[in-house]
C-alpha cells in the first residue's frame, strides 16, 4: 500500500525558510517520479515542482529561483526547500506520485506565511 506523508509546514515570516518532507512507503521510491503541489484557501491545486526518478525537476514560474526540490532515495523522502517566503506561498503542501495510472497523494502539511 502507497503511503505518502508530508512533514515541516508551520507559521514563518515573509522572507522565512522552511523545508518540507514527504516520505514515501509501498514503493520503489527510486524509480518514481515525485511531486509537490498547493493549494490556498479558495483556490484549485497547482503544481509546484516535480522531480523525475533521475532527479530532473521542474518548477512553478512562481517559485522559481525560490524553492528547491530534491529526493534522497536512500531514505524514500523527497524535498521542498522554501526560501524568500511570501503571504501568496500560503498553502497546504501536498507530495504526490503516481504508480501506473493510480495517483496517490499525501494528506498535506500547511504551510502560513504571516507576519
Given at each position: 500500500?502507497v503511503q ?24 520503489i521510491f ?83 506565511v504571516s507576519?
Open positions: 500500500q505518502l506523508v508530508e512533514s515541516g509546514g508551520g507559521l514563518v515570516q515573509p522572507g522565512g525558510s522552511l523545508r518540507l518532507s514527504c516520505a514515501a512507503s509501498g514503493i527510486s524509480a518514481y517520479a515525485m511531486g509537490w503541489y498547493r493549494q490556498a484557501p479558495g483556490k484549485q491545486r497547482e503544481l509546484v515542482a516535480t522531480i523525475t526518478s533521475g532527479s530532473s525537476t521542474n518548477y512553478a514560474d512562481s517559485v522559481k529561483g525560490r524553492f528547491t526540490i530534491s529526493r534522497d532515495n536512500a531514505k524514500n523522502t523527497v524535498y521542498l526547500q522554501m526560501n524568500s517566503l511570501q503571504p501568496e506561498d500560503t498553502a497546504v503542501y501536498y507530495c504526490r506520485t503516481v504508480l501506473r495510472v493510480v495517483v496517490y497523494w499525501g494528506k498535506g502539511t500547511l504551510v502560513t507576519s
